[in-house]
């Protein structure tokens, strides 16, 4: 029977399923937004919204090399991509969303 995760030498898990999963499919995601990056530039504010998801997928790719390399730094990166690209898709919100109401 094949393992669920992978396993170092001293028998801790190096990474999970679902984190290969995850990566795959923000890769996958990414691929179809630079594919379409033409329909994502009508969007006003569109840099910052896809400034957001390359956080994003950063963090993805961060969690997966934590379980290979240096976990703790790779652990901090993570968090800290992650917490940017929430911070910048609020920010995308907000210019969007709000910013547009005031002007009426």
């Given amino acids: 029977m094949l393992s669920r995760t992978a396993c170092c030498a001293n028998g801790e898990m190096m990474y999970k399923e679902y984190e290969i999963l995850a990566l795959m499919l923000s890769l996958g995601v990414l691929i179809t ?4 990056i033409r329909l994502l530039s009508r969007l006003p504010k569109w840099k910052l919204l896809l400034s957001s998801y390359l956080f994003m997928v950063c963090a993805a790719i961060a969690t997966v090399l934590e379980g290979f390399y240096l976990p703790v730094v790779l652990n901090h ?20 969303f709000m910013r547009g109401r005031q002007k009426q």
């Fill in 33 to 36: 937004l630079l594919i379409f």
């Fill in 77 to 96: 990166i993570e968090h800290l991509a992650t917490l940017v690209g929430l911070v910048l898709l609020g920010l995308w919100t907000w210019n969007v």
